[in-house]
C-alpha cells in the first residue's frame, strides 16, 4: 500500500467517527453504500433534516440547513440515485416544511446554534464570510431538483430558487466566497444529472464558474501552509472535472503539497479553530482530520498519484 494511503489508513481506524470510517471503507476498501448510509441514519432527525455536528464545527443536535447540507454531499459522494431511500425523502420533506427557510431562501445560521459549541461562524447574528444567501441554499435546490419528482411543487421551488441563485450570480462581475462557489458547482452537476437543461442555461453556467474558480484558488504558494486559503481541492478532484484545464498546474502542485504535509499520524493540520469551546474544539477538530484525511487521498486517487 502507498505509505501516505498507509498513514492515512492509520489514523482514520485509530480516530474517525463511524460515519468516516464507512466513508473511508467504501472509498478505498470495498466498503458498501449501505454502510454509510447506515451510520448517516443516526444524524437525521424526525422532520428529515439534520443535526448532531454532522459539520463538526456546530453541535447543535436540531436541523439545520448548513447540517443538512452536509448530508447531501455525503450522499453526493457516495453516489445516491434512489429518490425513494428513506434518508433522502426525509431532507425532502424537511426542505418542503418550510422550516429555517425564508423569500426563498433556507438560513446558513440558525439560532439555536448558540445554545450548544460551535465555531464562531456559525453563531446566528455573527459576521462571516460564509454567510452568503446562496451557501447553502444553491445546494439544496440542486438537491431538490435532481431528486424530488417532476412537475411537484417541491420540485417547481427548486426551480425557481436556481433561477433565482443564476441571476444572482450573474448581476456582479465579483468573485464569490469559495464555499458559496462550491454550492453552485453542486447545483450544476445536479441539473446535469437530472437531465433538466431546461431550468437555465448551463454552458453558460459553466463558463461563470470556471472564473469564479480560477479567481478564487490561492496563487500565492507561500500561504498554502500557514492559513486558511483555497485550494482546488475545494472545487474539484479528478483531471475530468471541467476547471482541471484552467488550474492544471496549481492542482498538480496541491498534490505534491498533500503529499509533503501530512503528519507524522497520518493526518494532515486544520487551518483553522474555534476561540471559544476550548474542549469541544479539540473533538471537533479530530473529526474534521478525518474528513480531511479522506478528502485529500481521494484528490491524491483522482488525479493518479495512489
Known sequence: MDMTLSKARNFIYRNARPIDLARWQY???NG??????????????EDGGFGHALEADAWNPHSSPIQTWAATEILHEIRVTDSSHPIVSGILR???????????????TIKSNNDYPHAPWWHADGESTSHHSYNPTA????????????????NMLGRRIAK??????FSDETVEDMHTIACYIRLMQYIEEAYYNDILDVPMLKEKLRAQ??????ADLTAWGNAYICKPSQFFNTKDSCFYADNQSIAEYECDFITKTQL???????????????????????WWKANVVISNCLYLRGFGKI
Open 27 to 29: 472509498h478505498f476498501e
Open 264 to 286: 507524522d499520524d497520518g493526518s494532515w493540520p486544520i487551518p483553522w479553530d474555534w476561540s471559544d469551546y476550548p474542549e469541544e474544539w479539540s473533538i471537533s477538530k479530530n
Open 164 to 169: 433565482d441563485a443564476y441571476d444572482s450570480l
Open 32 to 45: 458498501s453504500q449501505d454502510a454509510v448510509l447506515g451510520a448517516l441514519s443516526y444524524y437525521q432527525n
Open 94 to 108: 424537511y426542505l418542503e416544511s418550510g422550516r429555517n427557510f425564508e423569500n426563498n431562501l433556507w438560513y446558513n
Open 139 to 154: 445546494c439544496l435546490a440542486g438537491f431538490i431538483i435532481r431528486f424530488a419528482k417532476p412537475g411537484s411543487r417541491l
Open 213 to 218: 474558480v480560477k479567481g478564487s484558488i490561492t
